[in-house]
């Protein structure tokens, strides 16, 4: 069975977790016998970000990415060719030509929280959701939280719950471990971890309001993520809250090998968001060995599986309580470690790719 999956998202400008989504799915689905998979994108002049390990390609349709966008936007364009099944793993997604076709849609927050996103794009996203519910043959969610925040919006057809893994170079051991710590400039006494996208709807106004309340733990934050939309600043923000120079440090956008590092080495990841379809950093804390302190978003609560602590979605002083609560109880924080990696071992690319495979088998008939 020949499977084309569309890897577009790799070259976003932004690829955030829907970038590693897409790659890591196509990465799992060339283990299972008997699965050829085939990378598509969009015409860009380099396509490194989309060449994944076992997958051929990235094969390049005719169009650049604006014009597809605007062609698959209307159910027209071209498509992957001389594929079994086509399976989109954002709602990017093509026209289905007489095969079935899979698309994975990873959040309702267009419908929950559309003050999160641009007006554009809670347009797209609607339209796009409710153009797949009407041509995909099935379409994958990534938590049961999601499958129920879209049904009042969207009429689904076959809808399956799959859920997501975590990149194995998170969790093994790094070489030069100390010199990438020494070049990142960890700090020696610990520190909190925020990985996400700096845009509104990841809460990381939340936690910087809470780092200033009194019961917060006196740790420096280290945010690792690219600029989204949105004009989120986190050290003017947390100049304008009076903390302290050096408190607050941005990242940008890390390498894996770096991550990995920052993730051992962290004492809390810590994930405000106001929604989230997953919440994948939630599944790479608790894997490699970190305590993780998230909001009560259903689909947070759903993934740590109460391997996690929890303060109530935009509460800056709930949030400062429990963050001091965890740091200051080494005793707290063994249990959540071991809880942790209880429910992450059992969360893995390997169980996702075969729960697909099998959804594929009985499209393809």
């Given at each position: 069975?020949?499977?084309?999956?569309?890897?577009?998202?790799?070259?976003?400008?932004?690829?955030?977790?829907?970038?590693?989504?897409?790659?890591?799915?196509?990465?799992?689905?060339?283990?299972?016998?008997?699965?050829?998979?085939?990378?598509?994108?969009?015409?860009?002049?380099?396509?490194?970000?989309?060449?994944?390990?076992?997958?051929?390609?990235?094969?390049?349709?005719?169009?650049?990415?604006?014009?597809?966008?605007?062609?698959?936007?209307?159910?027209?364009?071209?498509?992957?060719?001389?594929?079994?099944?086509?399976?989109?793993?954002?709602?990017?997604?093509?026209?289905?030509?007489?095969?079935?076709?899979?698309?994975?849609?990873?959040?309702?927050?267009?419908?929950?929280?559309?003050?999160?996103?641009?007006?554009?794009?809670?347009?797209?996203?609607?339209?796009?959701?409710?153009?797949?519910?009407?041509?995909?043959?099935?379409?994958?969610?990534?938590?049961?939280?999601?499958?129920?925040?879209?049904?009042?919006?969207?009429?689904?057809?076959?809808?399956?719950?799959?859920?997501?893994?975590?990149?194995?170079?998170?969790?093994?051991?790094?070489?030069?471990?100390?010199?990438?710590?020494d070049r990142l400039g960890l700090p020696p006494g610990g520190y909190l971890l925020s990985l996400a996208t700096l845009e509104p709807r990841k809460g990381l106004d939340v936690l910087l309001a809470a780092l200033a309340l009194p019961g917060a733990p006196d740790l420096p934050l280290l945010v690792a993520g690219q600029a989204g939309w949105g004009g989120v600043d986190p050290l003017?923000?947390?100049?304008?809250?009076?903390?302290?120079?050096?408190r607050v440090r941005v990242l940008g956008r890390v390498t894996d090998e770096d991550l990995a590092v920052l993730l051992a080495r962290a004492t809390v990841l810590v994930v405000p968001s106001r929604a989230e379809g997953f919440g994948l950093p939630v599944l790479e804390g608790m894997a490699a060995g970190v305590p993780v302190v998230t909001s009560d978003d259903p689909a947070l609560?759903?993934?740590?599986?109460?391997?996690?602590?929890?303060?109530?979605?935009?509460?800056?002083?709930?949030?400062?309580?429990?963050?001091?609560?965890?740091?200051?109880?080494?005793?707290?924080?063994?249990?959540?470690?071991?809880?942790?990696?209880?429910?992450?071992?059992?969360?893995?690319?390997?169980?996702?790719?075969?729960?697909?495979?099998?959804?594929?088998?009985?499209?393809?008939?």
């Amino acid at each position: 069975m020949e499977v084309a999956v569309v890897l577009e998202q790799c070259l976003s400008p932004v690829p955030g977790g829907t970038g590693r989504y897409s790659a890591e799915l196509a990465r799992s689905l060339v283990r299972p016998p008997g699965i050829d998979v085939r990378g598509w994108v969009a015409w860009h002049r380099h396509t490194t970000a989309a060449q994944v390990p076992g997958v051929r390609g990235p094969r390049r349709l005719p169009l650049a990415r604006r014009p597809l966008v605007a062609a698959w936007e209307r159910g027209v364009g071209p498509a992957p060719r001389r594929a079994d099944l086509v399976h989109a793993p954002t709602l990017l997604f093509p026209p289905r030509r007489g095969r079935p076709l899979v698309v994975t849609i990873h959040d309702a927050v267009p419908w929950t929280h559309p003050e999160t996103l641009t007006p554009r794009g809670v347009r797209w996203h609607r339209s796009m959701a409710e153009r797949a519910a009407e041509q995909a043959d099935a379409v994958v969610v990534p938590t049961r939280a999601v499958e129920a925040a879209l049904r009042p919006h969207v009429r689904l057809p076959r809808v399956e719950v799959v859920g997501e893994g975590v990149a194995a170079v998170l969790t093994g051991p790094v070489p030069d471990a100390e010199a990438r710590a020494d070049r990142l400039g960890l700090p020696p006494g610990g520190y909190l971890l925020s990985l996400a996208t700096l845009e509104p709807r990841k809460g990381l106004d939340v936690l910087l309001a809470a780092l200033a309340l009194p019961g917060a733990p006196d740790l420096p934050l280290l945010v690792a993520g690219q600029a989204g939309w949105g004009g989120v600043d986190p050290l003017r923000r947390a100049a304008e809250l009076g903390l302290p120079p050096g408190r607050v440090r941005v990242l940008g956008r890390v390498t894996d090998e770096d991550l990995a590092v920052l993730l051992a080495r962290a004492t809390v990841l810590v994930v405000p968001s106001r929604a989230e379809g997953f919440g994948l950093p939630v599944l790479e804390g608790m894997a490699a060995g970190v305590p993780v302190v998230t909001s009560d978003d259903p689909a947070l609560l759903e993934v740590g599986d109460g391997a996690t602590r929890t303060a109530p979605v935009g509460d800056a002083p709930a949030l400062a309580r429990v963050l001091g609560e965890v740091v200051g109880e080494p005793g707290a924080r063994a249990e959540m470690v071991a809880a942790g990696r209880q429910v992450s071992a059992a969360a893995t690319w390997d169980r996702a790719a075969d729960r697909l495979v099998e959804l594929y088998a009985e499209l393809c008939g």
